[in-house]
């Protein structure tokens, strides 16, 4: 692979503060060098070394892709009139993930599939170059299992979510579903899957109960998130810190001593706006979370139910207006946020040696981002080096 000089960057994020200014190590009058799919070298436009190529930026912004680290894209159907019925006043309940399920199970791999990289391709269209997804939406031990098989043909970053609800075949008998997803389901998930997840939730599974699947998925080998006080307040995110979760996802219900666990430990705190912005829930308090010093991270939770967007930026601009982020956090929670999340430390910056993954946006800075809600910024996306978009 040739080695690729992209000049004339307006501002330039690396999210590397040796490089340039502020947490983001911003770079004004910028250049970056690509080679073999990593960057090489970062830094003022005028001290640029040479490349076998040159792309001329224009003077727009360029920010490392988005790290998408929570969302459930292995599904088929939609809940077009269930969110209908929400937007007319009903509330969200985590009954209506059945209908998916139902739906999910009764779609072929190619379906599912075909699914996946349509909404895959769109995310990439907006800047994401690394996703997480998980299964959720299957309930059956093959039907996990099977979701997880299709999801890792196409990320590293795969999560078991056997636990999303108690499946409707056991509505009379949790505890046993517990067990399957404790025992078989896991057995045949686990060679698929990076991750562990459970839904720790009123309607869902209580804290016992998600203690015992994240404990069980450990012993496996796969690593703890997840989706913790999202509808109510409750025990999943002290159960993830407890842990040492990589992530306790969604944060909207959060007493002082969550807090106050999340602040002393390393489980990153990942909002997911577009889930209250389609339920018509209370945002995040993300201020909170930063004057505390947790690490936040910004995703899609991109799914048929809470939140049918897989647009990173427009999570920005709702992070920006109204969970009293800044522009600059939102990016970087977006980026780096998104890579500690998943534990990466390849992706979600651009200084030398990180994967050369990056959006190129029809704005001269990523300010634009929250600044200009819903315009479609992204120009170029690259990916390992290559143009993807
Ligand atoms: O993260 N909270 C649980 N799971 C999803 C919603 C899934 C659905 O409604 O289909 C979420 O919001
Ligand atoms: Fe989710």
Redesign the pocket.
């Given at each position: 692979m040739s080695s690729t000089l992209i000049t004339r960057i307006g501002t330039l994020v690396t999210n590397d503060p040796a490089l340039g200014d502020g947490p983001l190590g911003l770079i004004e009058d910028a250049a970056l060098v690509l080679d073999g799919g990593t960057v090489a070298w970062a830094g003022r436009a005028a001290d640029a070394p040479d490349a076998d190529e040159r792309h001329d930026a224009g003077g727009r912004a360029v920010i490392p892709g988005f790290v998408d680290s929570?969302s459930?894209l292995v599904?088929a159907g939609d809940?077009t009139a269930?969110f209908n019925a929400r937007m007319s006043g009903r509330a969200?309940s985590?009954g209506?993930?059945r209908?998916?399920v139902a739906a999910t199970r009764a779609a072929t791999d190619e379906e599912l599939e075909a699914n996946l990289t349509h909404y895959l391709d769109e995310a990439l269209r907006q800047g994401t170059t690394t996703f997480e997804t998980k299964s959720?939406?299957g309930l059956t031990v093959a039907d996990e299992a099977r979701a997880l098989r299709i999801a890792a043909r196409h990320t590293e970053e795969v999560t078991y979510?056997g636990a999303?609800?108690v499946s409707p075949d056991f509505a009379e008998d949790p505890a046993a579903y517990v067990e399957l997803v404790t025992g078989e389901m896991l057995d045949a998930c686990a060679p698929h899957a990076r991750w562990v997840d459970v839904?720790c939730?009123k309607g869902?599974f209580d804290g016992d109960q998600a203690r015992a699947v994240l404990t069980a998925g450990m012993a496996k080998g796969l690593v703890p998130r997840v989706?913790a006080n999202?509808?109510t307040y409750g025990p999943g995110v002290q159960l993830a810190v407890e842990l040492d979760a990589a992530s306790a996802?969604?944060c909207t219900h959060l007493t002082q001593a969550d807090v106050d666990a999340l602040a002393s430990g390393s489980t990153v705190a990942t909002l997911?706006p577009g889930?209250e912005f389609s339920?018509r829930a209370e945002w995040p308090d993300a201020r909170r979370l930063l004057d505390a010093g947790v690490t936040v991270a910004l995703s899609t939770?991109c799914?048929?139910?809470?939140?049918f967007t897989s647009s990173v930026p427009f999570c920005i601009a709702l992070a920006v207006r109204d969970m009293g982020m800044t522009p600059d956090e939102a990016v970087w929670s977006a980026t780096a946020g998104g890579a500690a999340a998943l534990r990466r430390t390849d992706i979600g910056r651009l200084s030398p040696g990180a994967r050369a993954d990056l959006a190129v946006l029809d704005a001269p800075s990523h300010v634009h981002l929250a600044y200009r809600p819903g315009v479609p910024l992204v120009r170029e996306v690259w990916r390992r080096g290559t143009r993807a978009v």
């Open positions: 929570h459930h599904f809940r269930e969200y985590a209506g993930i209908t998916t959720g939406y979510l999303h609800i839904f939730e869902a989706h999202q509808l996802d969604h997911l889930a339920t939770d799914n048929p139910g809470s939140s």
